[in-house]
């Protein structure tokens, strides 16, 4: 029988809720800037578009 063990799991979701907006956009900008390149890569969204507007 083969099989493995799991050390690690990740979040199911990913919240900036005890950062900053200044985090929020530095994080993002990173992200968008390592998967440019990828054909695939067609950008990030934001799951509460007018929260993140009032923050702005």
Same mark, same amino acid.
């Given at each position: 029988m083969r099989g493995f063990v799991t050390e690690r799991v990740?979040? /199911?979701?990913?919240t900036f809720d005890a950062? /900053?907006?200044f985090d929020f956009d530095?994080?993002?900008s990173v992200a968008e800037?390592?998967?440019c390149d990828f054909d695939?890569?067609?950008g990030l969204t934001i799951h509460c578009y007018q929260?993140?507007?009032s923050f702005r």
């Open positions: 990740m979040p /199911s979701k990913l950062n /900053s907006i530095k994080q993002t800037n390592y998967f695939f890569f067609g929260t993140y507007r």
